[in-house]
């Protein structure tokens, strides 16, 4: 599976302050860390953004102090002080949600900065201030009261979050792991949560350019051997292997469902074997690694293409004479008829368990019809064979 890489664009440099929007910011939000957009000061160490009406300062800044400024060397370090990270970001708007099993990621607020006061970098980062770059010359080392990123860079902070996705069919194993990366291939942080553990967030810090590109610092997730990116920058999805995911919907609506009610004699003096059988849901996964009984092992389907799962209502007696010969296809709007993934000698051959029908399709199918095919025979007598009309359901994708 070949990720696809979404266009990267430019980011711009985050507004500081503005109105913060309701959601599920588990992190900061919920916890009254962000600003409250009431204020429309810029927060310490930052700097106004000339967008709008209001024209842009054209005056250099004075160089820096080396008597009282040293520059950092980082990469990305995760912020051990969450409130100070709060007061200096501001709600990211319109952040895309990487869907992934068991990781439904987003970027909440982001800053960027052209510098950090001592207090700021000892709370973010847990480390002592470095010495002011002027006393290593002069031999009086004394502690740097403004910290900087370096020539033409900037310093990033940003939080992200995950919740729970609600997967289905729940793959198998039952975590995601998260990593940051930094330059696109540096791992920094690797987050495997237990089983159940679906709620997580974090803060970064790092060093980026001025300009900065979006996927120079990105949440990333894999699994199956699929990969999706989120940058951290700008709340882009960079990455995926499944772009049918967020083009369309996954839900499948059933209808015009037709009800197979019959008996079967079993053999046996005048025992029958009872069935009630139709089609009552369905739903679209881009990834399929669970056991679905014997045909769930998929994986990611290709970028062209999706995997349609179809649970089968298919109630019956238990009877040890009677061999169900049932098959089932998905009939496709040309006349293609595709065949589960499953083994259908299995699907059907268990009264105590629903048999579960998963093809893969193209990504652009929008409708297509699910034909069962009673077929019933008896083990000890060979001759006989009874044959249902078949039960069918229009189902159609979203």
């Known amino acids: 599976m070949t990720p696809r890489s979404l266009p990267r664009r430019t980011v711009p440099v985050p507004a500081r302050r503005g109105l913060l929007l309701a959601g599920p910011a588990l992190l900061l939000a919920g916890c009254g860390l962000l600003p409250s957009g ?3 000061q810029v927060p310490r160490g930052g700097v106004e953004d000339a967008e709008g009406g209001g024209e842009a300062e054209t005056s250099e800044e004075p160089a820096p102090d080396p008597a009282t400024t040293a520059t950092l060397d980082l990469t990305v370090v995760e912020v051990a002080d969450e409130i100070v990270a709060g007061g200096l970001m501001s709600r ?7 869907i992934h099993p068991y990781a439904q990621a987003t970027v909440v607020a982001t800053t960027l900065l052209d510098s950090l006061t001592a207090e700021q970098y000892t709370a973010l980062t847990g480390e002592e201030v470095p ?7 002069t031999g009086e080392e004394r502690p740097a009261t403004t910290l900087l990123p370096g020539e033409m860079k900037r310093f990033l902070l940003t939080a992200w979050e995950s919740t729970d996705p609600g997967w289905t069919p729940a793959p198998d194993p039952t975590y995601t792991a998260l990593d940051i990366t930094y330059g696109g291939n540096q791992q920094i942080r690797l987050d495997s949560p237990s089983e159940g553990d679906s709620e997580r ?9 001025a300009s900065p590109d979006p996927g120079t610092v990105a949440l990333r997730a894999e699994m199956g051997g699929g990969v999706q990116e989120l940058s951290l920058l700008d709340g882009s999805l960079l990455t995926t292997p499944a772009p049918r995911m967020y083009d369309g919907g996954l839900d499948v609506e059933v209808s015009e469902a037709t009800i197979l009610d019959t008996e079967v004699s079993d053999g046996f003096g005048q025992d029958v074997m009872t069935l009630h059988g139709t089609v009552e849901e369905a739903f679209l996964s881009p990834f399929v690694d669970t056991g679905l009984q014997y045909g769930g092992d998929l994986g990611w389907a290709e970028e062209d293409e999706i995997h349609l799962v179809v649970p089968l209502v298919w109630d019956r007696d238990y009877s040890a004479n009677v061999d169900e010969l049932t098959e089932v296809v998905l009939v496709l709007p040309d006349g293609t008829e595709l065949r589960p993934a499953q083994d259908q000698a299995r699907m059907f051959g268990s009264a105590h368990r629903r048999p579960v029908a998963t093809f893969t399709v ?17 083990v000890l ?8 009309d078949p039960v069918t359901a229009t189902l159609t994708l979203a």
């Open 38 to 40: 009431e204020e429309d």
């Open 362 to 378: 193209p990504a652009s199918l929008d409708t297509a019809t699910v034909k069962i095919m009673p077929r019933f025979g008896t």
């Open 381 to 388: 007598d060979e001759d006989f064979e009874q044959v249902e």
């Open 92 to 98: 990211l708007e319109g952040s895309e949600t990487l």
């Open 201 to 209: 967030s974090g803060t970064v810090l790092a060093i980026v350019d």
């Open 131 to 137: 010495p002011a770059e002027g006393g290593r010359e």
